[in-house]
């Protein structure tokens, strides 16, 4: 992997894709509960990310593979750098959804 690799941006809809077919791997959005309900990226979890020290209540495998967005990449950002804090060993920001290009479902959970 080049140099080139590390600075070019992340593109969310290739890392849903990636999710998607990674055994174990969580999709979490990190947005607040209002953002989740208008629409979120579907089988998406959310834990906002004011509350993202709850984090252990939800997600006990810290080795399973964490696919983390918001809506422009800053919170999910802030999010990453937390979980991996806490001891999650495979977390990845995967920026945010206003370029996610699928279709978003609403509501709770």
């Known amino acids: 992997m080049s140099l080139l690799d590390y600075l070019k941006p992340v593109d969310i809809n290739t ?4 999710c998607r077919t990674t055994k174990g791997a969580i999709l979490l959005d990190v947005r607040t509960d209002e953002e989740y ?3 979120h990226i579907g089988g998406a979890r ?5 509350k993202i020290d709850n984090a ?6 810290k080795s399973a593979p964490l696919f983390v967005y918001c809506q422009s990449g800053a919170r999910s950002r802030k999010a990453v750098s937390k979980l991996k804090k806490m001891g999650y060993t495979d ?8 370029t996610y290009q699928g279709q978003l479902q609403r509501g709770k959970r």
């Open 37 to 39: 309900r208008r629409g």
């Open 56 to 61: 252990e209540n939800l997600l006990h495998d």
């Open 46 to 50: 959310n834990i906002p990310v004011e």
């Open 15 to 18: 890392e849903v894709n990636r």
């Open 91 to 98: 977390v990845k920001n995967i920026g945010g959804i206003e």
